[in-house]
C-alpha cells in the first residue's frame, strides 16, 4: 500500500500490536491529509471470530422473536 499513499502525498503507517496502532491513530488525528494505517490480521482466525459473533447474533434474534410471539 505504501507507495501507492505516498503517491498520493499521503502517509502510510504499518503497526503490529495496539501501542502502535493507539500511537498512530493519534498521531493521524492531530494532522490534516491522507493517513493510511495497515493493520495485518490472522485471516482463518478472522473467519472463526465472525462465525461465532453471528451465531450469538442469531440465537439473540430468534429469542426475540419468540418471545414477541407470545
Not at 502510510?12 to 493517513?35: H, I, K, Y
Not at 473467519?47 to 439473540?60: C, D, G
Request: glycine fraction near 6%.
Amino acid at each position: 500500500f505504501r507507495p501507492f499513499v505516498e503517491a498520493y502525498g499521503g502517509s502510510f503507517a504499518r503497526v503490529e500490536d495496539w501501542t502502535e496502532f493507539s500511537a498512530v491513530v493519534n498521531d493521524a488525528l492531530g494532522r490534516r491529509g491522507l493517513r493510511v494505517i495497515e493493520v495485518p490480521t490472522d485471516r482463518e482466525r478472522n473467519v472463526v471470530l465472525h462465525r461465532a459473533v453471528w451465531q450469538r447474533v442469531e440465537s439473540a434474534v430468534q429469542d426475540a422473536l419468540a418471545a414477541a410471539v407470545v
